[in-house]
């Protein structure tokens, strides 16, 4: 089959190549470099005998040929064609392709049979020039060796000429100096040299021809000739002799050895170099192999190669170190005698899904599994496994197996203490919410009962505050051991923080659940432990709600379980109370209770942001720091005020949980904005009773690098009075860490000014009862006075807020206050307009110049 295209008109000035070859890869190699450099007349068969047909009915230009043609080679295709027998040029052009070769031996035999040029499979980018030298040489006939006959006598020269004129190109010199002369002219192939010749001797002509070329074949012709001449002209680099008078036979047997003596030097030359270069890549490879091996060796990882039946054929030492077994005991041995007996149903489905994978030629899966070492230790392993290379069978495997014993137990740690509560090691919150989840579903679905008892320890609180939080959480320990022996087997017992307990009973009526928590309420009352004098007993309040399939949602049987211990409390604590929707207390905490989750789900959405209000130095004429408010952004992007949120979560105990947010939402606007050159936090009294309030601070601090110093934390009079000590204890640990401190509402509750130098604050800030009509009101001008002086006398700041007009702002300028705050200094900003493109746009703005001129009034 053949082939032939010609994309223009072009092509019609382009010779017509024909390819010969049987490799379909090869044949595609050589046309395709010819089509990209711009050869269109291409001819493609894949044999001799359709490349003969071809020759006979079309004409070719250039015949490429590959060496191993199946059924002629292509040197005896190249005779056929030098013969002239075929219906096509006999100087058609020859080229000869070939994968493998000894470049002298192959330039002979090429120059023998009339080949042109002969170029390896790996030489093919010198196809096109080749092809286009030919193409414009188109040279009669082909070049033949050329031979220097150095003769004086005629007779013997036309008897030379003669005999060779078919196989060599002859050049006649009648005397030494003519034949040196067209030696140095023409660099012959061949010199046959008399040795009697006019003007110069043949000796003294072979001796200057060495000297300039050592290499040229030079044979001797002479009639008489010693033992010793014949030594002496050999050592000189003749390379024959020829004893005159000789035969016609004998004349070309010897040009024939003289002008393939150098082949064969060469050619020899070129294999020794072929057998050094194979043995220097034979010690290469051996050294890479030994190389790769010792890198294998090296490897803590094992790496091993497994059979179609998962039987071991190779192994790395690193199996020695991690096993105990030799590799010699190892191999042929199946890998399932190393499996741990637990993990043998793992290992069998481990076989099932390579065997497929490599049935589908898919990726293997990784796996882990668990091996017995030779001290029948459990050794846990991570295999890799992917389907060998190397080998044709393709269900040979080869696995990298790393030893992941440690990760295994750190990882079984890590998963019990997200399970379980780390002082009591009972389950904790995040364990219990999961198994809520599945007792709904599962009362949903199956149309089951189960039971949720939500217990809390009633005044614990007072072990903590009197005892320390060490002898609190000994006792925590002791009644959780208590608990837990009488909890069932299928029940799950959870501490879900502080001093609240919460017990899942499985399959379980209302009844049952009833005589559960009278059970558990005994166990507790009963309890009782020494401090020191003293013998104490607890008492607790329960709530029960029952999962009964009325809803999916988990959190709503954790909000009934909630507002019922709500209840037992508010009836007089140490009650079980069963949720009743009926009751009247829930649907206040119910209301709390979905603030508070409102709440959660605003700080996981990122939606709780701040707005800061300025505080005005009133001596320096200048914004001296600003206070941060929260507000919640709902998912609508309406603004919700804190009025509407944190009385519910003071109600539900969850403002600790918007304490640590602002803290971090501070820190991160200090951190962003420099500009922000000092802000005042409020904090919440539940705050203050947190012993991790000042650790999280110091962390927000140092994880932001924000200057503490750059930090007032607020707190009302009252809830600084609640308890003096730890309100004391805190403020003395901020001003530790770099904080400053201030008293909020300083005056509503009516406290003695005896307790400002109780309290080391640094800021007092009025009460916004007497500032709201200090224009108006001569007792509250009298009182506010009055407290300025007082709080500047101890060496602090007063500062006045609910300013809300000049009149106000006048009065205070006149009284001596140090800051002032309110809407007609200016308004809460989120921090994008406070310091935005629209800073000060506001009712009241907050920018320096228009505040300067409101204190300049007077």
């Known amino acids: 089959m053949s082939s032939i295209t010609t994309n223009n008109n072009q092509a019609l000035s382009l010779p017509t190549i024909l390819i010969v070859n049987n490799d379909p890869a090869a044949l595609d190699q050589i046309a395709t470099c010819l089509t990209k450099a711009g050869y269109s007349r291409l001819a493609s068969v894949d044999s001799a005998t359709k490349a003969l047909r071809y020759l006979r009915h079309h004409p070719v230009d250039l015949l490429i040929v590959d060496v191993d043609t199946r059924d002629l080679d292509g040197w005896r295709l190249s005779r056929l064609v030098r013969s002239g027998i075929l219906n096509c040029r006999a100087d058609l052009p020859i080229i000869i392709v070939t994968s493998t070769w000894c470049e002298r031996i192959a330039e002979v035999t090429a120059r023998e049979y009339g080949i042109n040029y002969l170029v390896p499979l790996n030489h093919l980018y010198r196809l096109p020039e080749l092809a286009r030298h030919l193409s414009v040489e188109r040279k009669g006939e082909l070049a033949r060796p050329r031979l220097l006959v150095v003769e004086d006598q005629q007779d013997t020269a036309d008897l030379i000429k003669r005999v060779l004129t078919t196989p060599f190109e002859i050049e006649v010199a009648a005397d030494g100096e003519a034949g040196l002369q067209a030696w140095r002219a023409r660099r012959h192939d061949l010199v046959l040299l008399d040795i009697m010749l006019p003007t110069m001797s043949g000796r003294d002509i072979l001796i200057e021809i060495q000297r300039i070329d050592p290499n040229q074949p030079v044979v001797i012709m002479t009639a008489h000739t010693t033992i010793d001449q014949a030594e002496e002209l050999m050592l000189l680099g003749a390379v024959d002799f020829l ?17 393939h003596r150098d082949d064969f030097l060469v050619s020899n030359a070129q294999f020794a170099a072929r057998v050094k270069s194979l043995e220097a890549r034979e010690m290469a490879y051996r050294n890479l192999y030994e190389s790769h091996h010792q890198l294998l060796d090296d490897l803590q990882s094992v790496v091993m190669e497994l059979d179609k039946d998962f039987k071991i054929c190779f192994l790395n030492r690193a199996w020695e170190t991690m096993m105990g077994f030799s590799i010699e005991e190892s191999l042929g041995s199946s890998l399932e005698m190393f499996i741990a007996p637990e993990d043998a149903a793992h290992f069998t489905l481990f076989k099932e899904k390579i065997t497929l994978a490599l049935l589908q030629k898919k990726p293997c899966p990784e796996i882990e599994l668990c091996l017995c070492d030779r001290k029948n230790q459990k050794i846990w392993t991570q295999l890799k496994p992917s389907r060998s290379t190397r080998a044709e069978n393709t269900s040979t495997l080869t696995v990298c197996l790393d030893n992941i014993t440690e990760r295994r137990e750190t990882q079984e740690q890590l998963k019990y203490l997200a399970m379980h509560d780390s002082l009591t090691g009972l389950f904790n919150r995040h364990f219990f919410e999961s198994t809520l989840e599945q007792l709904a579903a599962d009362a949903l679905r199956n149309n089951r009962h189960h039971g949720l008892v939500y217990i809390d320890l009633d005044h614990f609180k007072v072990i903590n505050d009197t005892f320390g939080h060490q002898k609190g959480d000994e006792v925590l320990r002791e009644m959780s051991l208590l608990l837990g022996k009488r909890i069932r087997k299928p029940d799950l017992l959870c501490r879900l923080g502080g001093d609240e307990f919460a017990v899942l009973l499985h399959d379980i009526g209302g009844e049952e659940a009833h005589h559960f928590a009278r059970e558990i309420q005994k166990i507790i009352g009963d309890f009782g432990f020494q401090l020191h004098d003293q013998r104490m007993n607890l008492g607790c309040s329960i709530g029960l709600s029952l999962i009964d399939g009325s809803t999916a949602n988990s959190e709503e049987y954790l909000m009934r379980a909630d507002i019922a211990l709500y209840v037992a409390k508010g009836r007089g604590r140490n009650l079980i109370h069963q949720y009743d929707p009926q009751d009247n207390e829930s649907d206040e905490l119910r209301r709390c209770i979905n603030v508070s989750q409102k709440i959660r789900r605003a700080i996981a959405e990122d939606r709780m942001v701040l707005y800061f209000q300025p505080i005005f130095d009133v001596k320096k004429h200048e914004i001296s720091y600003y206070e941060a408010l929260i507000r919640m952004r709902e998912s609508d992007g309406r603004i919700i005020g804190p009025a509407e949120f944190i009385p519910a979560l003071e109600t539900s105990g969850e403002m600790h949980l918007l304490d640590r947010w602002i803290i971090k939402l501070a ?27 000042v650790p999280s601070i110091l962390d927000c601090l140092q994880e932001t690098d924000v200057d503490p110093s750059r930090i007032t934390f607020e707190l009302t009079e009252s809830d600084s009075l609640f308890n003096l000590h730890i309100t004391q204890r805190v403020i003395a640990d901020l001003h530790s860490l770099g904080c400053s401190f201030s008293v909020d509402d300083f005056g ?69 206050i140090d800051f002032v705050q309110g809407f007609h200094i200016g308004y809460p900003l989120p921090i994008e307009k406070l310091f935005g493109e629209n800073a000060g746009v506001s009712p009241a703005s907050t920018k320096p110049s228009t505040l300067m001129s409101r204190f300049t009034r007077s």
């Open 748 to 816: 509503s509750g009516f406290s003695s000014f005896a307790y400002l130098k109780d309290l080391p604050a640094d800021y007092i800030k009025l009460d916004g009862s007497f500032i709201q009509n200090l224009h108006r009101d001569t007792v509250d001008q009298t009182l506010v006075r009055s407290i300025i002086q007082v709080v500047q006398a101890l060496g602090k700041k007063a500062v006045a807020e609910y300013v809300e007009n000049q009149e106000i702002l006048d009065i205070l300028q006149e009284m001596g």
């Open 243 to 259: 004893p005159k008078p000789f035969r016609a036979e004998q004349l070309r047997k010897v040009c024939d050895i003289a002008i």
């Open 667 to 693: 820190s991160r606007a200090l951190k962003d904005y420099p500009e922000l050159n000092h802000i005042a936090i409020n904090l919440s009294a539940q705050a203050f009773k947190d012993e991790s309030l």
